[in-house]
């Protein structure tokens, strides 16, 4: 059920655009851990993600330092095992996410690379993230539905996982963005669009309503 795509194919800035659109659907996930556990504190991945749209929108004259920026965030990062709700999962993968963008923004792009020496674990991180963040999501769900009506063991299907309509939304989006941003100039006007289709439905990957 994985997202395979080649991301190889996408510059280095486009690689940038396309992690943090992803993140602007799983950030509200984190948000909401944080406001029911009163853990953390979501502006800082809210102004962490605008600081790398900010450089999207012009990176001769934004300069930023990773490595603090890595600090801040860990210091929001949940631990799973001191909560015992769900959302500390897609909170966690929120938090991973951005600190492997961050490690991507930290590659000093080459000219012109062939596809073979592209670098792509941290942007394959990003889209495997916000998958994963779907499937323990609609695993749950699926889990719940089936034991309300049955009493004996059962398990969820492949096919049942890959058949919701959040994971084949997830899909869907993943696949739209990088079609587009293949295509698509490294300008201010990409970043507007790359941002809307991933905002279009107001929800974040699991549904949420965005605030």
Known sequence: MAIHLPFAKLSHWHQIAFSAALLERMLPNYQMFSEGAEFGNANVLRNQLDIIWQWLDNSSTVKINSDAQLLKLEAETPDPEAFDSFGVFPALDAC?????????????????????????????????????????????????????????????SPEQMAEHPLMQWEKDTQNELFDFLKFAAADKRTCKLAKQMSLSEGLSNLGIEIA
Not at 108 to 120: A, G, H, L, N, T
């Open 96 to 156: 991973m996410a951005l600190s492997a963008l961050w490690q991507l923004m930290q590659v000093k792009p080459q000219k012109k690379p062939k596809i073979s020496e592209v670098d792509i674990d941290d942007i394959q991180s990003i889209s495997r993230l916000s998958h994963n963040s779907v499937s323990y999501y609609v695993e749950l769900l699926l889990l719940e539905e089936v034991a309300e009506s049955v009493e004996e063991e059962f398990t969820i």
